[in-house]
């Protein structure tokens, strides 16, 4: 197919995800499946191809990481196609952290919920001039971020990364950093937090609670924050038990719930990563793009994961 002619189905091609033994088969099945394969080889091809491809394209997938994907809902962005095109993802990466919370539960398995699953709208996030779908986490290094293994992904998901900046810089510099939030209108009122932070997380699809995989409601418009205190650091050995600590009550950890919030940092600019993308900035402003992309999800999807309960945000009393 030359440059000029168009395709309604079309697969970027992350042939470098995960341990790359992915081609063949997602090749395969894309085949199968009518899709115009389009292979990425450089930094940037993904949102690139994406963004060339949506104008035209009723379905356009995202075939390695969760880095991949963000690339693609991006280039699908630029294009300003996001109400036109729907968005796939084909987990071909190591951790594959979104797919498992929208359903997917492999390569074979992603071609047949593009074929037969259901269709649903979610909440973008929205990082300055930048989106994510899964998560923004701030404190990360890209030192870090680039030394975490493989298999560290793979048993723990984004929190690798968090694990492995701890480990990586040794004594880790915490971050002065005030955090705002928005009212939301499930009753979470307008807040602000100021201190010494070792990580904010952000979760629109995730949900930080020490699991590998957690979902978050990713349908009302809100964002989850966690706030790892600096005063934290004494439960971490050596990044090894980040994952327990967020799972249970802790003086040290704070949560909230908004659809939009500023983190200012009152020092160096602050390293984030977007969906394992790096965004460096002294000032970041995220807020949500409510239901702004259409995915085909598995049937292990929750559109409401806590079953109209309100999941407890708030540790801390009054904080």
């Known amino acids: 197919m030359t440059p000029a002619e168009t395709s309604d189905r079309v697969l970027v091609l992350n042939p470098v995800s995960g341990n790359g033994n992915h081609v063949d088969d997602v090749a395969t099945l894309a085949g199968d499946h009518g899709f115009d394969i ?32 963000n690339a693609v809902v991006n280039g699908v962005a630029a294009a300003d196609a996001l109400e036109t095109t729907t968005v796939a993802v084909v987990p071909a990466g190591t951790g594959n952290n979104f797919a498992a919370n929208v359903g997917i539960e492999g390569i074979e398995h992603a071609f047949t919920v593009i074929e037969a699953g259901r269709r649903r709208s979610i909440d973008i996030g929205t990082a300055n001039d930048r989106l994510f779908v899964n ?22 998901g984004v929190l690798a990364y968090v694990k492995n900046t701890v480990e990586t810089v040794g004594e880790f510099d915490s971050l002065p950093l005030r955090v705002e939030t928005a009212s939301a ?33 990713v349908e009302d418009g809100l964002l989850e924050v966690t706030i790892v205190e600096d005063a934290a650091t004494a439960n971490l050995v050596g990044g090894a038990a980040l994952e327990g600590l967020l799972g249970r009550d802790s003086a040290h950890i704070i949560r909230r719930r908004a659809p939009s919030l500023t983190i200012e940092s009152r020092g160096d600019s602050v390293e984030y990563s977007l969906d394992g993308e790096m965004l460096e900035t002294e000032t970041l402003r995220l807020e949500t793009a409510v239901q702004r992309l259409t995915i085909p999800v598995g049937d292990g999807y929750r559109p409401d994961p806590d079953d109209g309960d309100r999941w407890p945000l708030e540790v801390p009393a009054n904080r």
Not at 140 to 145: H, L, P, Q, R
Request: net charge negative; charged share 30%; glycine share 12%.
């Open 38 to 69: 389009r292979r990425t080889e450089e930094a940037g091809d993904a949102t690139r191809l994406a963004r060339e491809a949506a104008p035209d394209a009723d379905l356009v997938a995202a075939a390695g990481g969760d880095g991949t994907l």
């Open 135 to 156: 998560s923004c986490v701030g404190g990360i290094t890209a030192e870090a971020s680039s030394e975490t293994t493989t298999e560290s992904k793979a048993e723990l």
């Open 185 to 217: 209108p499930d009753g979470e009122r307008a807040r602000a937090w100021e201190g010494e932070a070792l990580f904010v997380l952000i979760g629109n699809c995730r949900r930080f609670t020490g699991a590998r995989t957690a979902q978050a409601n």
